[in-house]
């Protein structure tokens, strides 16, 4: 049995492209087994190790939830439609520049460091002047906004004082 | 109210609508709307109910422009690179229409300030990009009983829908946690076709109008999916879970999430 | 002259459509159903936009005259198709 089996975008890499692509099995699972026979890695980015779908994937059948018919057992037929709809959350990457002001006391702590570790945003000095007893380093800050956003948050709390570069100086 | 000259030659084609009348045009002056967030989906979206002559309309948005914005973000212009969003919108509302009454909220929403924000507002704009928000956004209209119309896009694909107070479905019936970091695509892999925000703010500010206005259907109950490559909308039931953490039988959760600040525990 | 007794007068002499319609509208909006409502304008073609968008939106037009060299006459009950 063929079913149609719509990929989202951020899918298509591992279907050569192809927005649309057939499908054999009876059910859902089979269907997502038989995706992975042709698409390796497709399933692990749409279910977890158990089978079950990811909590921020839905998978329709036809117009359908498919947690509101039979989950992955949900029986399929000639003719229906898959849709895989991830939740997506907008937006494109960031980057920010900053100019960070060190107070004396933390100058010694590898904040920038724990900045791209725990926020998930790439770090990019681009300049900075560094003494005993003053730091002033002008960072580049790429990533998702809420990212950026609590990076520069954790650095405030530290007590650095975080200065967007309204003026495009350090190109 | 009577309207003025100006406003009649204005709004002339609403009021022209069976639908829409003298009497709508006076709804939507007496409107308040909550745009959050002053970007690709919220530059449309905010021209469009500006243009319509929604009576208040306020926008959050903590950040500012950036060259890399311009490709989506239409109500910001060249020279406005390095001033806060909000205050270049508000000077292109008013340029367009100077009916509106232009709030601005220079910083980030959150869990502390959100319900303070959103409470004087008739219908909430989620425009935003990033789910820690989204689901704080969703959160608080649930407790504030706010409709909410939701869009969202990623690279060509676009999501809108309405989410209406006590009716449901609530954003967690769709998707009941966000995605772990490392889950969702790196910013490597992200970027967005600029026209996508375009069509899906312009789709938010439809809905808006029309809760206001309470006309037609809206998309409460219905997930649209915008496919930009292929140039496909279909569309998606969208139900009310009865496990839902939040708007379901058994709620789990009573009060706002920050999900931002599980960064600080993340290894 | 016409024979109905006009609760309503709007004189929009000097507006063009489709402002023509959008004013006569905006009066049909204040008053209740029944009520008659004498529109005069000068702009010619008026005379046929401006009664066939209000049967359209559920008004009935009574009749269409010809006041003087320059000025017409429209004379519409509101909601009188409803």
Known sequence: MSIKVRIPTPLRTLTGGKAEVESNGSNIIEIINDLERNFSGIKERICEQNDQVRRFVNVYLNDEDIRFIDNINSKVKDGDTISIIPAIAGGAPEKKKFYLNYPQEVIKEPLIYLVGKNYNVITNIRSASISNDIGIIAIELEGESKDIENAVKFLESKNVIVEPIVLDVVE | ?267 | MSEYKEKSELNIKGEICPFTFVKSKLALEKMKKGEILRVVVDYEPAIRNVPRSMEEQGHKVLSINKINETDYEIIVEKDGKK
Not at chain 2, 66 to 81: A, K
Not at chain 2, 90 to 114: H, M, Q
Not at chain 2, 146 to 160: E, H, M, N, T, W
Request: charged share 25%; with cysteine.
């Open chain 2, 1 to 267: 109210m009577d309207f003025s000259e100006e406003q009649i030659k204005r709004y002339a084609r609403h009021i022209i609508l069976p639908e829409v009348g003298g009497e709508g045009q006076e709804k939507l002056l007496a409107s308040k709307v909550l745009l959050i967030g002053a970007g690709g989906l919220g530059a449309p979206c905010g021209y469009y109910l500006g243009a319509a002559g929604i009576g208040t309309l306020g926008i959050v948005d903590y950040d500012t422009v950036d060259l890399s914005n311009l490709q989506r973000q239409i109500w910001h212009g060249t020279s406005d690179v390095g001033r806060y969003k909000v205050d270049s919108a508000k000077d292109s509302i008013e340029r367009i229409n100077p009916d509106v009454k232009v709030v601005t909220y220079k910083e980030g929403i959150n869990a502390a300030n959100i319900k303070e924000i959103i409470k004087d507002y008739d219908v909430v704009i989620d425009a935003t990009d990033n789910f820690p928000t989204r689901f704080l956004i969703n959160d608080a209209c649930h407790f504030m009983k706010k409709p909410l119309v939701y869009g969202s896009i990623f690279r060509f694909d676009g999501q809108a829908t309405v989410f209406l107070p006590e009716e449901g479905p609530c954003y967690r019936c769709l998707f009941p946690t966000p995605p772990p970091a490392g889950l969702v695509p790196s910013c490597q892999e992200a970027g967005v076709l600029g026209v996508l925000p375009g069509i899906i703010g312009a789709i938010q500010a439809n809905e808006a109008i029309k809760i206001i206005l309470g006309i037609g259907q809206t998309l409460n109950g219905r997930l649209l999916i915008y496919d930009a490559l292929d140039m496909k909308f279909t569309e998606m039931k969208l139900r009310k879970d009865k496990t839902c953490p939040l708007c379901g039988e058994t709620p789990t959760i009573f009060e706002l999430i920050e999900y931002g600040d599980l960064c600080e525990f993340k290894s």
